[in-house]
């Protein structure tokens, strides 16, 4: 018996037959890789050329739970990826509990959506602002602590990157961290 020769499935046609089968819609496909409803229709019906752009690709992966590297026209980025152990954690509760990535944004307002897209790719940290946070918390049914404790660890980041020394200023910092989860206790 002879092997079947393995036959390319175009990227075009991948993407076709994800929106099928997820019935999701082209105009919150676009909203969640960040291009224009056009775009995509021009992408699934080959007017133009699939995309190459390595975010707009990595976009669609995460979107679609697949590697970027499935994709023939993808090339590997030289920009460093951002590795954060809370988005690390973030994609194991969604494999755990699972929910697809699309079913997870489709959780949040159209608006915010891009944003955890390039999230999950590794192009943007966890948000600093706490409400965006527990939102993306709630919507994984995280206990409000985890949330508090990976909200903190990003806080202490923000303040190092821009120039403080948290070590040589721990009272202030303890003290401002003590004021916020005193505030968050009170909500």
């Not at 393995?6 to 046609?13: A, D, M, R, T």
């Not at 224009?36 to 995309?51: G, H, K, M, Q």
């Not at 190092?160 to 070590?167: A, H, L, P, R, V």
Request: glycine residues 2%; proline residues 4%.
């Amino acid at each position: 018996m002879k092997d079947k020769p393995i036959v390319k499935q175009k990227s075009s046609e991948k993407v076709a037959m994800f929106l099928e089968k997820n019935n999701l819609h082209k105009k919150d496909f676009a909203e969640m890789i960040g291009v224009t409803l056009s775009y995509v229709y021009n992408l699934i019906d080959e007017s133009i050329p699939f995309s190459t752009r390595s975010t707009t690709l990595e976009r669609i992966a995460i979107v679609m739970e697949i590697e970027p590297e499935d994709f023939e026209e993808y090339k590997i980025p030289q920009e460093p990826i951002l590795v954060d152990d809370s988005v690390e954690f973030f994609k194991s509760v969604l494999k755990e509990k699972g929910m697809s990535v699309v079913n997870f944004l489709k959780a949040f307002p159209r608006k915010k959506r891009l944003d955890v897209v390039d999230m999950l790719r590794g192009a943007l940290p966890i948000p600093i602002d706490f409400k965006e946070l527990n939102m993306i918390a709630q919507i994984l049914e995280l206990d409000q602590d985890d949330v508090y404790t990976m909200w903190e660890k990003r806080m202490k980041q923000v303040l190092e990157t821009s120039g403080m020394n948290i070590y040589s200023n721990a009272a202030l910092v303890n003290s401002m961290f003590d004021c916020a989860k005193k505030f968050i206790d009170k909500k």
